[in-house]
Each structure stands twice: as structure tokens, then as C-alpha cells.
């Protein structure tokens, strides 16, 4: 039974609950299956290697941060066949996120609005996790942490946290991903204003350098932006990151803009809508940004991926590297391997 057929008959029983209790199901149900060596009947992509930041990916397919924020379904997500992984975003201390309902699903527009506000189990429980899995011991694969600040910290002390988790991740991260887009926690889009930014870039490459001289190991750190920018705020993130050396930067994160699915249920909740509504203005900070980097700083572009062709529309903006998230919930884990079809030389 394939893959697509497997999860066209689980969706509905999956669509039938609440989609935070769905997906409190969903993740240990796949890292059992991955103990039990039942997700190896799935098929995978095909080799695909690229070389971004210094860094060998298998296939140019990843998975976006925000669906195993604690870092606890690694191996159970490795057996989709991603090129790389990324889990997050963690904070310096546990916090609960934002009350429940806080997730919800808008079918009709292949769509999901969160405001989960990081809610993970701090730092120190999150490293524990990634050392535990398979993945991270073998080897198998690339695998991104993804920092953010707690959100009891004023957003003049953000910096510090994200110091902070930097320190406690980076012996393990392939690449460290600093998350200032989230439209969850309060003030965190501040930080992508020119001074703000500076200051964190300038702080993040201080403590990077002195990091890789301690772990005989260089990590590299990408930036992940809104794409809720205009031009000239793209035009300052990119000169800013040019100016820091910054090594890569994820476009986008999810967007607080509800004119693609006004008069859905529930368009008003608040919170980052992502999916299918999120693709062209996703597109457009990526082109944007493209056209200002040169290709001189790489671009991982995420959102409203659905299909190869919407893969395939990321790299054609300027994209090196794509991720899923609200894709996999619609269309499942065969999206994986369409994608990589899709973008396969």
C-alpha cells in the first residue's frame, strides 16, 4: 500500500479532531512506527545532493521548524525521506505557549492558523532529545536547531537569549536558525528593524566565532524573516545580512495578512497563517532578497508549498533549499518525495 493511499485513508480520522490533538497524535505514532522499522516500507526520494553553506544535503527537500518544537520525533521524521531537518524553535527556559484552542484548519484555502508562542520544554530538555535520537548519533543526516527567545524576556534582552540557546546548541546543530518572525511572541518582529538587527547579528557572529574556535567547529547561522516585509524592509535585512557575513536566511515564516481567506471560518483567529495562502508573498521576499544578495548569501525558502510545482516555483525565485510544514499536513508525507521529483537535475 503506498504512502499517498496510507495517508489518504488516515486524513479524515486526523481532520475529525482538533488539530493540536491530532498532531499530539500523529508524532508518536510515526517515531513508533520508525522503532519498529515500519516507515522503511516507505518509499523515499531519490539522491539528490546539493552543497549550501558549506554544508552536503542529501535532497534539496526539508523540513521547516514548528512541527517538533522539543525535538523528540526526530527519527520517527527522518524516515520521510527529507533532505534535512529541522526542529524548534526552543527557548532558554520551558514555557507553555499560548491557552488552548490554538491551532486551527482552513481546508478550503489549504491552510492553518497557530498561535502556539513557542511552547517547548527549554533548552536544556531539548538538546537531551536531539542526542538521544539515531539520527543525530549515526550521523544520517542534516539536522538545523531552530533559537527564539522566551516570552517574559523584554525584547530589549532578547539578544540574550538567543545567546544563550546558541551556546547549549551549537555542538550539535548542522546549522543554527535564529527565529525574529514569529507573529506570536510579543514584540519578536522588532528585531527585524535595522538597529535591532544589527545589534543581534553583530552579537550572533561575535559568539559564533568564539564558539567554532572552542568546538574546533564552524555552525553555521541563518536568519528567518517574515514575509510580511515590504521591499525597502528586505532591502535592510539583506544589506544587514551581507554586512554580518550571515551565512543563509529562511523565507518565510507565516503571515499575519487574512485577505486570501476572508469569510473562511476562523480567518479572524489570531495568530501566523500559513499554506497555500502564504506562497506568493512567500515568493516575492524571495525574489526580493535574491535580487539584493547576488547569491551571495543562500535562501531557504518555506511556505505554501503543496506541491512540485510550488517546490519548483521557490528555487525559480532564488531559492538553494525548500522546507514543508502545513503542506505535509494536506497533502502527507508523498509531498516529500513529489517535491524532490520536481527539483531532481
Same mark, same amino acid.
Given at each position: ?9 488516515? =486524513?479524515?480520522?486526523?481532520? !475529525? ?28 526520494? =531519490? ?24 525535538? *523528540? ?13 529541522? +526542529? ?38 531539548? +538538546?537531551?532529545? +536531539? ?25 530589549? =534582552? ?22 525574529? !518572525? ?77 485577505? *486570501? ?85
Amino acid at each position: 500500500m503506498s504512502d499517498r493511499l496510507l495517508y489518504s485513508l488516515a =486524513r479524515p480520522l486526523l481532520f !475529525s479532531l482538533d488539530p493540536e490533538t491530532a498532531h499530539n497524535l500523529t508524532l508518536p505514532a510515526l517515531r513508533t512506527a520508525a522503532g519498529l522499522g515500519v516507515t522503511g516500507l516507505l518509499s523515499r526520494p =531519490r539522491p539528490d545532493p546539493r552543497t549550501v553553506m558549506g554544508l552536503n544535503f542529501p535532497n534539496p527537500i526539508g523540513l521547516a521548524a514548528g512541527l517538533d518544537k522539543d525535538g *523528540a520525533y526526530i527519527d520517527g521524521l527522518a524516515a520521510l525521506g527529507f533532505g534535512f531537518i529541522e +526542529v524548534g524553535t526552543v527557548t532558554p527556559r520551558a514555557q507553555p505557549g499560548n491557552p488552548r484552542p490554538r491551532m486551527f484548519r482552513l481546508p478550503k484555502a489549504d491552510a492553518l492558523i497557530n498561535r502556539m508562542g513557542f511552547n517547548n520544554g527549554g533548552v536544556d530538555a531539548f +538538546v537531551r532529545n +536531539v542526542q538521544s535520537s539515531r539520527f543525530y548519533q549515526e550521523k544520517q543526516g542534516i539536522l538545523g536547531l531552530n533559537i527564539g527567545k522566551n516570552a517574559d524576556t523584554p525584547i530589549e =534582552r532578547a539578544t540574550d537569549d538567543y545567546l544563550a540557546c546558541l551556546e547549549k546548541v551549537y555542538p550539535f546543530a548542522a546549522y543554527v536558525t535564529v527565529n525574529i !518572525s514569529s507573529p506570536n511572541t510579543r514584540n519578536l518582529r522588532q528585531l527585524q528593524q535595522a538597529s535591532e538587527l544589527d545589534d543581534l547579528l553583530y552579537r550572533l557572529k561575535q559568539s559564533q566565532s568564539a564558539l567554532a574556535d572552542r568546538h574546533a567547529r564552524y555552525v553555521p547561522i541563518v536568519l528567518k524573516i517574515a514575509p510580511d516585509l515590504d521591499d525597502e524592509q528586505v532591502k535592510t535585512i539583506a544589506a544587514a545580512l551581507l554586512r554580518h557575513n550571515m551565512d543563509g536566511v529562511i523565507a518565510t515564516n507565516t503571515t499575519i495578512a487574512r485577505d *486570501a481567506v476572508k469569510g473562511l471560518p476562523h480567518a479572524e483567529e489570531t495568530g501566523g497563517l500559513s499554506g497555500r495562502p502564504v506562497l506568493a508573498a512567500s515568493n516575492r521576499v524571495i525574489g526580493a532578497l535574491h535580487k539584493e544578495l547576488g547569491g551571495a548569501v543562500p535562501i531557504i525558502g518555506v511556505g505554501g508549498i503543496l506541491s512540485g510545482t510550488d517546490a519548483k516555483a521557490k528555487m525559480d525565485a532564488g531559492a538553494s533549499l525548500v522546507q514543508l510544514y502545513t503542506g505535509l499536513i494536506y497533502r502527507g508525507p508523498a509531498l516529500v518525495r513529489e517535491c524532490a521529483a520536481a527539483l531532481a537535475g
